[in-house]
């Protein structure tokens, strides 16, 4: 099956399981009303730091096991392990449990769109979210770009949420965010 009726397949599979594009869809570039003493909070929240690479972090940690097992099945643990610097917006197992399972089957099930899906979530360089007041375009590994910002309580990656607290790793950062981020397929 060619990447073109992948892709027609998955959006067909999304728009009958009632998804439609949203989930693809990046938030308003616009700047919102943030409350100034959250984005200083957000902001000045120190990283945690662990002494290993990206792919150490995750594996430390339990709410990531569904985003290990991906990664490792799309044969990406050891670009995550290079050098980078990377930034990876790592979706929790509660947002893999978020996407329905023929669509999440249907991701799982071909290399090609797991990669494509799962490095939409890097992004090349050190990025903190939590500097941008207004919704930043940032370029991701895919080829395609998220939109990254502050929210006051937190960080945003298109419309996931996260904690302003990110991962400081060896080669790059990692932010856990609450819904898995599909690329626009065309």
């Given at each position: ?14 728009a009958a399981l009632g998804l439609g594009l949203s989930l693809a ?17 957000c902001a000045t929240t120190q990283l945690v730091e662990v002494n ?19 990664v490792t099945a799309a044969g990406l643990a050891d670009a995550l ?106």
């Amino acid at each position: 099956m060619s990447q073109r009726s992948l892709h027609t397949r998955l959006k067909l599979t999304a728009a009958a399981l009632g998804l439609g594009l949203s989930l693809a869809a990046p938030v308003s570039a616009q700047a919102s009303s943030i409350p100034l003493q959250g984005l200083v909070k957000c902001a000045t929240t120190q990283l945690v730091e662990v002494n290993g690479t990206i792919v150490d972090a995750a594996v430390a940690t339990p709410e990531l096991s569904t985003l290990v097992s991906l990664v490792t099945a799309a044969g990406l643990a050891d670009a995550l392990a290079g050098p980078g610097p990377l930034t990876v917006y790592a979706p929790t197992n509660d947002a893999f449990g978020k996407v329905p399972a023929p669509l999440l089957g249907l991701i799982g099930g071909d290399k090609a769109l797991l990669t494509s899906v799962l490095t939409y979530h890097v992004s090349p360089g050190n990025i903190d979210p939590r500097r941008n007041v207004s919704p930043m375009k940032v370029k991701t590994l895919n080829g395609q770009t998220v939109f990254v910002g502050a929210t006051g309580s937190g960080v945003q990656v298109n419309q996931s949420l996260g904690a302003c607290k990110g991962v400081k790793t060896k080669n790059g950062t990692v932010w856990l965010i609450d819904s898995v981020l599909l690329p626009q397929f065309r």
